[in-house]
């Protein structure tokens, strides 16, 4: 009997304890994680975030409450007036130098950096920008209901100073109620003042900032993922580590987002230059795009883009790093795609998805970001021993681009064929689900102008090669490993003229510029005076300081309007622009290879220009 009871008891307690774990484990499955207990994060495995949040975010977007007649001018003008007033050194965004630096500790810091660290950390933490928007800008109203935004910051070794005059200037120029937390991703930093020192100085004097640490270098892609995990706000916005906003920047860039959940919105981003701190324009705005070497390239604005350039625009390809979108939106596409590592080609991923599944990509012009693009040096240490690069092209290729993924191949064929893009399946699972369009689709209704500019099929080169000066000892024009801005030089030939090494590389290609063969840079002349310096620059398809010819039976490289010709230094191994002159020997040059029938060509159509302009 005793017996009998005992073993009643203990099966009573089983039912009750397996009751209390189903009720137990039932509740935690209906509440979710806990997004807000920093714990959950360092008990999760980093690298299958994405995996993690499509099957937790598996919802369509939330649509947002607002009547399209309430505006507000959401400007703070006592705030914007003193911002306007403050001098001192940098402040509104003028260039500034510091007096009898130690110049091999600026040097240092600099290198280590790409940047005038040391100039920055003599910049006030607060300092003031110019207002260079559109004046259509400043009286221009948004919605007076507006979603919070999480704005999520990766940063690895950064300097101490441009990651805190970020969080700063973040909190001068947004409006309190529409920030809800700056969130700050270790992506497993080295430098000690990075630590505990940032610790103690954002809990105290940075309000409304965290910051979240990944265990290893794990890269941009999956420390933005990690932000977006935590972030609580409806709407994220993504920003690199060194960026400065201007006034009022907020509301424009998230009005579209309030009123179409399925918008992503970027803002112009302006130039901090990194050596004098100098805050300016870059432009007044073009629509992203792409070339076949899936280098980030612009399209002109169209005509209806110009009738109100308050008005954002329609871009096809998003910059990649500072924009703004639904965190619901962001999710229901999987955030990025779980297998790209580091950085590279997840701008175009998410730009493919939004537009693709459903999506629209806009560009604010009232809302500028000055962000700092790195000099010479300062590139960060590279945790991957393999092409990471390419096989994130060849993962965005193969899952999105569909036949046009050849274009692609095409321009490096052994390299993509060797690469294993890796199992794919979630990804084109996700584009079925999705119901997403094709990438014909894309081409043709988006960017259906971007052929013109950058063709799958390329016209050949007018020339390639080396270009080997004639009057030299074998000397070459060469990059000298320089940065954007910095001045090319002459250096011995390499030993194939007609393959050289990719610091020789050059084509005279069917835009007119002189480019290096396997990167997107070109020489470029700002002036044209005496001795007038070449310079390595982005290359940007609007002729002007990038405009050259090349005349056979001179041997000139003719820059510009045909005035001035490309000349040797052969003593000091630099080159130059003059006036053409038919006695100096020192301008005449020659390239690897020359496609003389291209070049007849061009020839020809020049005289039909000069005669249809003579009409």
Known sequence: MRRRSRLCCVKSAIAVFALLTIILFTSKWIAGPDFTNPDFYRSQNLVNLPQFAAQVFNRHPKKFEFDPNDLKDWHDEEAYQKALAR????????????????????????????????????????????????????????????????????????????????????????????????????????????????????????????????????????????????????????????????????????????????????????????????YRSQDEGARGAFDWRFYYKRLPLLKEDLEDKTKPFRSPIMAGGLFAIGRDFFWELGGYDEGLDIWGGEQYELSFKIWMCGGEMLDAPCSRVGHIYRGPGGHLSNPRTNDFLHKNYKRVAEVWMDEYKEYLYMREPNRYAKLDAGDLTKQKALREKLQCKSFKWFMEEIAFDLPKKYPPIEPPDYASGAIRSDTSN??????????????????????????????????????????????????????????????????????????????????????????????????????????????NLKMKWSFGHVNRTALAELKINKHQVSEEEGL
Not at 144 to 154: H, M
Not at 541 to 561: I, P
């Open 87 to 278: 001098k001192g050194l940098g402040e509104q965004g003028q260039p500034a130098e510091l007096v009898n630096p130690d110049k091999e500790k600026e040097r240092t810091m600099f290198r280590a950096n790409g940047y005038n660290a040391m100039l920055s950390d003599q910049i006030s933490l607060n300092r003031s920008v110019p207002d260079i928007r559109n004046p259509g800008c400043i009286h221009k109203k948004y919605l007076s209901k507006l979603p919070q935004v999480s704005i999520v910051i990766p940063f690895y070794d950064e300097h101490w100073s441009p990651l805190l005059r970020s969080c700063f200037a973040i909190l001068n120029r947004t409006p309190p109620e529409l920030l809800k937390e700056i969130i700050l991703v270790d992506d497993a930093s080295t430098k000690e003042f990075l630590g505990e020192k940032l610790e103690k100085y954002v809990s105290q004097y940075v309000p409304k900032t965290r910051i979240v640490r990944l265990p290893e270098r794990s890269g941009l892609i999956v420390a933005r993922l990690a932000g977006a995990k935590v972030a609580t706000a409806d709407i994220l916005i993504f920003f690199d580590s060194h960026v400065e906003p201007n006034y009022n920047w907020l509301p424009p860039l998230i009005d579209p987002i309030a009123r179409n959940p399925r918008a992503c919105v970027c803002p112009f981003i302006d130039v901090i230059a990194y050596n004098t701190f100098e």
């Open 474 to 583: 074998n000397l070459c024009i060469d990059t000298l490993n320089v940065g954007h801005r910095q001045e090319v030089g002459l250096y011995p030939c390499a030993s194939d003229l007609v393959y050289p090494q990719s610091n020789q590389y050059w084509a005279l290609s069917w835009h007119k510029d002189l480019r290096l063969k396997m990167k997107a840079d070109c020489l470029d002349v700002s002036e044209s005076y005496r001795n007038a310096p070449v310079v390595l620059y982005e290359c940007h398809l609007q002729g002007g300081n990038q405009l050259w010819q090349y005349d056979v039976e001179n041997k000139w490289l003719v820059h510009g309007s045909g005035k001035s010709c490309l000349e040797a230094d052969l003593k000091n191994h630099k080159v130059y622009v003059n006036r053409c002159d038919p006695a």
